[in-house]
């Protein structure tokens, strides 16, 4: 199984946004203390719209507890890490992947970091950016994980208005 994990988080739009990808790709939140902003604040809930209810996370007091509780791999998103995220192979069916993601003005800690300097990566981009918005790295990093997985149980057709939408003539 995905994890997508937020160190500390920040920004209540940021957060709201990854619930909303968390919830289009059945991927697990946690949430490590302390947060910027209540999880039942006004621009939280604006941002994830009405999926909120069909959200799977967790909230942890700090990282130690998020480690005790959850077993796997662990990979770490910084500005300072070496390899690209498509470097990895995210197909394994017997551990789940957790994809770990700082805080918005810090990122994760250095003492965090220097535990596992194998399993620390960043999205690669331009030095005119020192990094891109925490919402987007967490949207392409769990899709780039999908894509290797085949998008497993996610749907690749419209639901709604059928998959010949695009072909019927609607005039």
């Not at 957060?15 to 604040?41: Q, W, Y």
């Amino acid at each position: 199984m995905n994890h997508i994990v937020l160190y500390e988080p920040e920004i209540p739009q940021n957060t709201g946004n990854i619930m909303r990808t968390c919830v289009a790709t059945k991927t697990k939140l946690h949430l490590i203390k302390p947060l910027g902003f209540s999880l039942d604040e006004k621009h939280l809930i604006r941002s994830s719209v009405n999926y909120i209810d069909k959200l799977d996370y967790e909230v942890y007091e700090n990282f130690q507890e998020f480690q005790e509780k959850n077993k796997g791999i662990y990979y770490y998103f910084t500005r300072y890490g070496k390899k690209p995220h498509t470097s990895f192979s995210y197909v394994n069916e017997t551990e789940d992947l957790y994809f770990i993601f700082g805080k918005e003005s810090t990122g994760i800690p250095k003492e965090i970091l220097q535990k596992d300097l194998q399993h620390c990566m960043r999205i690669p981009m331009t030095e005119d950016v020192r990094a891109l918005n925490l919402s987007n790295c967490c949207a392409i990093v769990i899709y780039e994980a999908l894509r290797q997985q085949g998008y497993p149980n996610l749907l690749q057709k419209e639901p709604h208005k059928g998959e010949n939408y695009l072909e019927e003539n609607n005039e």
